[in-house]
């Protein structure tokens, strides 16, 4: 089982930056793709991002390749999402999550071990 821990979410300007934290634990989880997926009020659960835990490789939403960078820092467990440029549509919560089993896309269903969430609301 693993364990997710999301920070770094906060109210921000439109066009300003943010980096979303989380911190992973429990065993085997090294073996995992970890995402990124975000919730907007009354819609559904939408995937960002996400890296091969090992290889490094990554894929994106197409809504977020060139303005979110997914990365991971293996010896502090540690994943991380760096946004620019945040609109306000990009309000949500950001989530952390374990993938399952490869492929690791876009699909929800490959991902579970959620953590709690971060708030991100982008408004001037």
């Known amino acids: 089982q693993v364990q997710l821990a999301e920070s770094g979410g906060g109210s921000v300007q439109p066009g300003a930056s943010l980096t979303l934290s989380c911190v992973a634990s429990g065993p085997s989880f090294k073996t995992y793709a970890m995402g990124w997926f975000r919730q907007a009020p009354g819609k559904g659960r939408e995937f960002v991002a996400v890296i091969s835990w090992l290889g490094g490789g990554t894929y994106y939403a197409k809504s977020t390749q060139g303005q979110f960078t997914i990365s991971r820092d293996k010896a502090k467990n540690t994943l991380y999402l760096q946004m620019s440029n945040l609109k306000p549509e990009e309000t949500a919560v950001y989530y952390c999550?374990?993938?399952?089993?490869?492929?690791?896309?876009?699909?929800?269903?490959?991902?579970?071990?959620w953590g709690q969430g971060t708030q991100v609301t982008v408004s001037s």
């Open positions: 999550t374990a993938c399952l089993n490869s492929p690791c896309d876009e699909r929800l269903t490959k991902y579970a071990n």
